[in-house]
């Protein structure tokens, strides 16, 4: 079945984005405002994790904001998805060094973040949420993957436009952020150098090329 969550044209999402000079490094993260509990509710079917909560909600309103409604229930299970810190070689010893992972267990769909990232800035962990929610079914391509690797360059790269700090908190998951996001540059905001990295990771070695809803190479 054709994927038919709602997602926008990166060609329209990329447009958004500006870039402003880089300020001078800093080594705290950024501040930490208070969630109400209206809010907190409305994630009480996610998580109870407030540093996931804050990050989820930083992408309100972003190039990625069909990810956080996806968190919140709008995607093809119809059910919110489920977001928790976790060693993941628990669930595979080969899983071990992974970011991130999205996980489909009986109907349901959840997001695992590495545990050694549990006191990442909100912002990069908002961004490697905007990823992995766009998962959500069993199939996989290299062009899903594309699409979700650019959509964590231009979340991050949004968010640190906003607030060029960020970029100089010295975390392991920023690296992260910071290496997509000067691929996504250097690639003048398209694509072009993330496929590349994409098509070369052994981790996605023998994806098919599409699946249903990345029909399309030009993501």
């Known amino acids: 079945m054709k994927k038919n969550f709602r997602i926008y044209s990166l060609t329209v999402l990329l447009g958004l984005l500006f870039c402003i000079p880089r300020a001078d490094a800093i080594m705290e993260p950024s501040s930490v405002e208070p969630l109400s509990d209206a809010v907190i509710k409305q994630y009480k079917h996610s998580t109870k994790d407030v540093r996931l909560i804050r990050a989820a909600e930083t992408l309100k309103g972003t190039v990625a904001d069909y990810s956080r409604r996806a968190i919140l229930g709008d995607n093809l299970s119809g059910r919110p998805i489920k977001l928790e810190f976790r060693d993941l070689s628990t669930l595979n010893p080969a899983y071990a060094e992974f970011d991130a992972l999205g996980w489909k267990q009986r109907g349901r769909l959840n997001i695992f973040i590495n545990i050694k990232h549990q006191n990442a800035p909100k912002e990069a962990l908002a961004a490697i949420l ?4 766009i998962h959500q079914d069993e199939l996989n391509s290299i062009n899903e993957e594309v699409y979700c ?4 360059a231009a979340t991050w790269t949004q968010l640190t436009d906003d607030n060029p700090e960020l970029e100089n908190i010295s ?3 920023v690296d992260r952020e910071n290496g997509i996001k000067k691929m996504f540059i250097k690639g003048n905001y398209t694509n072009k150098y993330i496929r590349k990295s994409v098509l070369s990771n052994a981790g996605y070695q023998g994806l098919p090329s599409r699946s249903p809803g ?3 190479d030009g993501l």
């Open 130 to 133: 905007a990823h992995e929610a």
């Open 149 to 152: 690797w650019t959509l964590e």
């Open 171 to 173: 975390h392991q998951l």
């Open 214 to 216: 990345f029909e399309d």
